[in-house]
T-cell receptor, first 114, second 112 residues
Framework: GAGVSQSPSNKVTEKGKDVELRCDPI?????LYWYRQRLGQGLEFLIY????????KSGLPSDRFSAERTGESVSTLTIQRTQQEDSAVYLC????????????FGPGTRLTVL | DQQVKQNSPSLSVQEGRISILNCDYT??????FLWYKKYPAEGPTFLIS?????DKNEDGRFTVFLNKSAKHLSLHIVPSQPGDSAVYFC???????????FGTGTRLKVLA
């Protein structure tokens, strides 16, 4: 079956521009996560969606970051006025429900801010 | 504050030998632990997990050991194969929550 997909796979942008990253979770997975992985670092939690509940945005590093999810499907992560420190791989994961359990990750979007 | 630590950034092992990857945690509320494997340009894939009610879980060539008193877990791969070369992340969570804390990863290289 189809796994988690993310687009674009690579994004190069200029400092100050806005970017939008997309995640398509596995069908039927109610939980969706966004993580960031900077070079040489671990996965940093950004935001969590569970069904129609209010998302946990506690990991978003600044108000330039926002994310939306339509029901239990597609999610978009938006970064406004990008900065060079936003350069990282942004990973999306989905799972059947609340933890503990297995998260299935997408291939990630590599964002480079020049 | 790094709640989950993988202190070895890299490890090289000869094919056929045992690979041991280590992970330490500080939060005593963690009661479920996972290992993920990541190849370049791919997302992490789930490998094996363990609940704190166990001290060992085995799946084929992969075994995870949990030492709760030491707040330490390890992943053993026996025998190691060149295809096991990847970055391995450990992660921890608390039942009833959804937050997973990941370590920084260990890059394993299995030499043929």
């Amino acid at each position: 079956g189809a796994g988690v997909s993310q687009s674009p796979s690579n994004k190069v942008t200029e400092k100050g521009k806005d970017v939008e990253l997309r995640c398509d979770p596995i069908s039927g997975h109610t939980a969706l996560y966004w993580y960031r992985q900077r070079l040489g670092q671990g996965l940093e939690f950004l935001i969590y969606f569970q069904g129609n509940s209010a998302p946990d945005k506690s990991g978003l590093p600044s108000d330039r970051f926002s994310a939306e999810r339509t029901g239990e499907s597609v999610s978009t992560l938006t970064i406004q006025r990008t900065q060079q420190e936003d350069s990282a791989v942004y990973l999306c994961a989905s799972s059947r429900g609340q933890g503990p359990g297995t998260q299935y990750f997408g291939p990630g979007t590599r964002l480079t801010v020049l | 504050d790094q709640q989950v630590k993988q202190n070895s950034p890299s490890l090289s092992v000869q094919e056929g030998r045992i690979s041991i990857l280590n992970c330490d945690y500080t939060n005593s509320m963690f009661d479920y632990f996972l290992w993920y494997k990541k190849y370049p340009a791919e997302g992490p894939t789930f490998l094996i997990s363990i609940s704190s009610i166990k001290d060992k879980n085995e799946d084929g060539r992969f075994t995870v050991f949990l030492n709760k008193s030491a707040k330490h877990l390890s992943l053993h791969i026996v025998p190691s194969q060149p295809g096991d070369s990847a970055v391995y992340f450990c992660a921890a969570t608390t039942s009833g929550t959804y937050k997973y804390i990941f370590g920084t990863g260990t890059r394993l290289k299995v030499l043929a």
